[in-house]
Nanobody, 124 residues
Framework: QVQLVESGGGLVQAGGSLRLSCAAS????????MGWFRQAPGKEREFVAA????????DYADSVKGRFTISRDNAKNTMSLHMNSLKPEDTAVYYC?????????????????WGQGTQVTVSS
């Protein structure tokens, strides 16, 4: 199995940028497709972005497409989410997740391991 730890959250003004990181330990990181999800207060956890095991395929929620970029470094066992042009509606706890599969997935139920989350707050 794999353990995941997120970092990089914080408070930022609308229009600003943040970079989230997810550090993995345990089983070989490159064995997992990875994803980012977020959960705002009172709402369900929703898909943000995903990346394949090699990093060659990425997928984004329509709400973040063109503003967020997901990437991974298998040599360093890390995944990142670069967030630009942040909006107040991006405020949420952001979670990284790993799934034992080759392809990406937007479905929360397809992910096997989760981090504890990092808070992102965007002020207007």
């Amino acid at each position: 199995q794999v353990q995941l730890v997120e970092s990089g959250g914080g408070l930022v003004q609308a229009g600003g940028s943040l970079r989230l990181s997810c550090a993995a330990s345990g089983r070989t990181f490159s064995s997992y497709a990875m994803g980012w999800f977020r959960q705002a207060p009172g709402k369900e956890r929703e898909f943000v972005a995903a990346i394949s095991r090699s990093g060659g395929v990425t997928d984004y929620a329509d709400s973040v497409k063109g503003r967020f970029t997901i990437s991974r470094d298998n040599a360093k066992n890390t995944m990142s989410l670069h967030m630009n042009s942040l909006k107040p509606e991006d405020t949420a706890v952001y979670y990284c997740a790993a799934r034992e599969g080759v392809v990406t997935s937007k479905l929360r139920s397809r992910y096997d391991y989760w981090g504890q989350g990092t808070q992102v707050t965007v002020s207007s």
